[in-house]
């Protein structure tokens, strides 16, 4: 299985740590990554990765800086790009005040249990909404 890695210029550690995190969860993955100046060439990128390299999907990391948001031409050209292509490019989008390691863990063993392992992903999913059970109108008792 191929995963493809959209690095953009001035991401190397995130995408590093993805790449890292990758190969400790699966040792049988194949990674490919595509260099790009801006986030901006994100959507182009991820056709690069999923149609020439055939890669099964496409991972973006990047990590915001200080008042940084990104655009909804981002969020439309990645949705957009994985509409026409039908495969996943997934955004693991790092804010200022949380730590990159963190979040890199927990994103890329959602990745893993989405692709590989989806029936771990469905009874993990079916825990939290027991431990989440809440009833919308528990104030007027059970009808």
């Known amino acids: 299985m191929r995963v493809g890695i959209i690095q953009v210029v001035g991401q190397e550690d995130v ?5 890292k995190e990758f190969e400790k969860e699966i040792s049988t993955l194949e ?3 595509v260099r790009i100046p801006t986030i901006d060439s994100a959507p182009m990128a991820a056709r690069i990765l999923l149609e ?8 973006i990391p990047y990590q915001l800086g200080d008042d ?6 981002f969020n439309l ?3 957009l790009a ?5 495969k ?13 390691e963190d979040i890199v863990k927990k994103a ?3 990745i893993v249990l989405y692709h590989f392992k989806p029936g771990e992903l469905e009874k993990e999913r079916e825990e939290e909404k027991k431990e989440e059970d809440v009833q919308p109108f528990g104030i007027f008792g059970n009808f």
Do not use: M, Q, T
Request: with cysteine; aromatic share 10%; charged share 35%.
């Open 77 to 79: 050209g990645i949705s």
């Open 88 to 100: 996943h490019v997934f955004k693991v989008l790092i804010y200022p005040d949380e730590e990159p």
């Open 82 to 86: 994985e509409f026409w292509l039908k």
């Open 52 to 59: 020439d390299k055939n890669c099964d999907f496409a991972v």
């Open 108 to 110: 890329v063993n959602e």
């Open 31 to 33: 990674i490919k990554r």
């Open 68 to 73: 940084e948001k990104l655009g909804l031409d």
């Open 15 to 19: 995408c590093d740590l993805v790449e």
